[in-house]
């Protein structure tokens, strides 16, 4: 089974950047997946922010983070990257790196088959 840990969360200003990083292990090599990040806001809805599907052909952004943010991964790594730029108070919350067996972005809920355990982020003055 794949397994997904988060990383590179934390305290933040408004306008500043972070990098989010998520080790993956298990499963079949990463290039398989379809991966995601997904975000939950205080009191919210999960909220799928960004997928990149099987092979990496297409990205797919929530409209709140086009040109604010960049899903990525380094197949040979095993790692998968969200980089958040021009970072608002409503990006608060935690950031689930997510993989779907399906492949195909953007993914349904029930398609988001190996979730990590969430990595928070605060951004505040």
């Known amino acids: 089974q794949l397994q997904l840990v988060e990383s590179g969360g934390g305290l933040v200003q408004p306008g500043g950047s972070l990098r989010l990083s998520c080790a993956a292990s298990?499963?079949?090599?990463?290039?398989?997946?379809?991966i995601l990040w997904v975000h939950q806001a205080p009191g919210k809805e999960r909220e799928q922010v960004s997928c990149?599907?099987?092979?990496?052909?297409?990205?797919w952004y929530v409209d709140s983070a086009k040109g604010r943010f960049t899903i990525s991964r380094d197949n040979a790594k095993n790692m998968i990257f969200l980089h958040m730029n021009s970072l608002k108070s409503d990006d608060t919350g935690v950031y689930y790196c997510v993989a779907s067996n399906r492949g195909s972005c953007p993914a349904d809920y029930e398609d988001m088959d190996y979730w990590g355990q969430g990595t928070q982020v605060t951004v505040s003055s």
């Open positions: 298990g499963g079949f090599t990463l290039d398989y997946y379809a």
């Open positions: 990149e599907s099987r092979g990496a052909g297409m990205t």
